[in-house]
């Protein structure tokens, strides 16, 4: 009797586990869909929509840690501000192209997301 009471609530705490995936889906497609509307009025410069796109921003962009690597995305970003002289840095694109595949590519960006430079300013005199 104790192991059909066991088999019973096995099977709930499943359908209940399912329930809670299949809803949790749905409540975040639900979510993402107010989160691109927010987005498009935040775009559209809507008052009040900018701060509730930045508060909802911390919660769907995605986060990638530090030494995960780039995405090919951001791989061409970073070409184009390079090729454009819109940033400092590297990029070096090395690629092997095999007989039988379409070929391999390492990609190397140094690209310096900070910004320095130097400032000319008059020259002073120090007077004693």
């Excluded at 987005?39 to 929509?49: D, H, I, K, T």
């Amino acid at each position: 009797m104790l192991r059909d009471l066991q088999i019973l609530a096995e099977q709930i705490s499943r359908n209940i586990a399912d329930s809670l995936l299949i809803n949790g889906q749905e409540a975040y497609n639900q979510a993402l869909i107010y989160y691109n509307s927010v987005r498009e009025l935040s775009r559209r410069n809507v008052p009040g929509a900018r701060e509730l796109y930045e508060n909802l921003n911390s919660i769907f962009k995605p986060r990638r840690s530090p030494d995960q690597p780039e995405t090919e995305i951001e791989e061409e970003r970073d070409a184009l501000k390079l090729l454009h002289g819109k940033a400092d840095g590297e990029m070096i694109i090395r690629n092997e192209q095999p007989h039988m595949t379409g070929g391999a590519h390492e990609v190397i960006d140094e690209t310096h997301h900070e910004k320095a430079a130097w400032k000319e300013t008059e020259e002073g005199k120090i007077e004693n």
